[in-house]
């Protein structure tokens, strides 16, 4: 559970605390994301007092998970920055989504649904091993990163719709050429 204390900081209006916290990742946080995470999670805490009963929690850090390349299939290591801000009010109660602040009861403040929020939402939808990977072969399955092969590319039968309008049109723009210079129709 990553947890921060709050005791002091809650006392008087202006006050902050600084955390670096070390802590293995919280179950949620491995749920969101479909890579296993590297232990441990190293979260840096800013808690500060904005008055009012209102804490301000930002945090931020980097995750680290080992990662299946989506082009060429390859294992790797991903370290992703996160961060978040979250603001918190001393009321007894559940959280509710309705509320634009999450509620905490005494002197400390259980942060494992924010950090796996975070860390969810760093992870790109498509997780590549480097910038330039190639990739496989789709004919031979080849990883064009480590070697080459002889394999025709695929057709891509996709624009050949576009391709067949796009004659249609040309051969209806050289009839009306044809036909504004004089020459009848065939």
Same mark, same amino acid.
């Given at each position: ?32 994301? %479909?890579?296993?995470? *590297?232990?441990?999670?190293? $979260?840096? =805490?800013?808690?500060?007092? +904005? ?58 403040? %259980?942060?494992?649904? *924010?950090?796996?929020?975070? $860390?969810? =939402?760093?992870?790109?939808? +498509? ?60």
């Amino acid at each position: 559970m990553v947890e921060v204390r709050v005791s002091d900081v809650k006392k008087w209006a202006g006050r902050e605390a600084a955390v670096q916290m070390v802590e293995p990742w919280p179950e949620d946080a491995q749920a969101r994301v %479909d890579y296993p995470l *590297i232990n441990p999670a190293q $979260v840096r =805490v800013l808690v500060r007092n +904005a008055g009012g009963g209102t804490l301000v929690v930002d945090i931020s850090g980097q995750v680290k998970a080992k990662a299946v390349c989506d082009r060429c299939a390859e294992p790797f290591q991903i370290a992703l920055p996160f961060e978040a801000t979250e603001e918190f009010r001393e009321e007894p109660g559940p959280n509710d989504e309705n509320l634009d602040y999450s509620r905490f009861t005494g002197d400390a403040i %259980d942060l494992d649904e *924010i950090v796996s929020d975070a $860390v969810g =939402v760093s992870f790109p939808i +498509a997780l590549v091993c480097r910038p330039d990977c190639k990739g496989l072969c789709p004919v031979c399955g080849i990883n064009w990163n480590e070697s080459t092969c002889q394999c025709a590319p695929p057709a891509d039968n996709r624009w050949a719709p576009l391709d067949k309008l796009v004659a249609h049109h040309l051969r209806q723009h050289e009839e009306l050429e044809r036909d504004k210079n004089g020459r009848t129709k065939a």
